[in-house]
């Protein structure tokens, strides 16, 4: 080989090497749960504490806003909505392109089975929370905005693409507010999607009977 063509070889490996290098890692794709299997954790609500959900918005943006030296580590902080673990909850590996709320196609079957569980019979009585995370990387307030974005992009698709009525889904991002692995803020895990059974939907009112008892008024006869 001549050395001209040795250099022109070295240069195409090192091209090579740094290509590797820089692309992105490919996150795995988890498989898509079941549709009976999200019913099984999402089926066994009892009761629960009345949310003020745009409240827990707010309250989560200021909160993600602190700036102070006695602020705790992410994985001391206290969960800024507690309750929501004590709730029947699945856990969703959805895709999304970076930083965006764009759903990726690998993640459509799985959002068409939140659809299936969500008209079954079993759950037609339950209004359910979309709620949005983040791993700990990055500015804190642009991870809580990230992840309520998220979370609309889902409720947004259950309503208009899945045809799930509006009043059963409701959406809230608690960012890297509430980690779902709290050991581990920086886990990819804590990019989860989570459905939460969040109340019991009012029962709709009886149609009222035709009052039988009206008489209809005779036509009068023309002249």
Do not use: W
């Not at 490996?13 to 490919?26: C, K, N, R, S, T």
């Not at 909505?81 to 856990?91: M, R, S, V």
């Not at 590996?93 to 959002?111: G, K, M, N, R, W």
């Not at 309503?159 to 581990?184: C, P, Y």
């Amino acid at each position: 080989m001549q050395p001209a063509t040795r250099n022109l070889c070295g240069i195409a490996m090192l091209a090579g090497v740094l290509i590797l290098v820089d692309a992105p890692p490919v996150r795995a794709q988890t498989a898509a749960p079941t549709r009976d299997e999200i019913i099984e954790k999402l089926n066994k609500f009892e009761s629960a504490p009345e949310f003020d959900i745009p409240a827990l918005r707010h309250q989560t943006m200021e909160r993600s806003k602190v700036r102070s030296k006695t602020d705790p580590p992410p994985n001391k902080r206290p969960l800024i909505a507690p309750d929501l673990t004590k709730l029947p909850t699945i856990n969703l590996d959805i895709q999304f392109d970076v930083d965006t709320p764009i759903v990726q196609p690998a993640s459509y079957q799985t959002l068409g089975r939140i659809a299936d569980a969500l008209v079954h019979s079993s759950m037609q009585p339950y209004g359910v929370l979309i709620v949005g995370h983040t791993e700990s990387n990055g500015r804190r307030e642009n991870n809580v905005i990230l992840s309520q974005r998220r979370a609309d992009a889902i409720r947004d698709m259950l309503v208009n693409t899945f045809k799930i009525a509006t009043k059963r889904v409701q959406s809230v991002g608690l960012g890297e507010e509430q980690f779902i692995d709290q050991a581990r803020p920086t886990s990819p895990v804590n990019n989860q999607i989570q459905v939460v059974t969040l109340m019991k939907m009012p029962e709709p009112e009886p149609a009222k009977p035709a009052d039988a008892a009206k008489k209809q008024q005779p036509a009068k006869k023309k002249k």
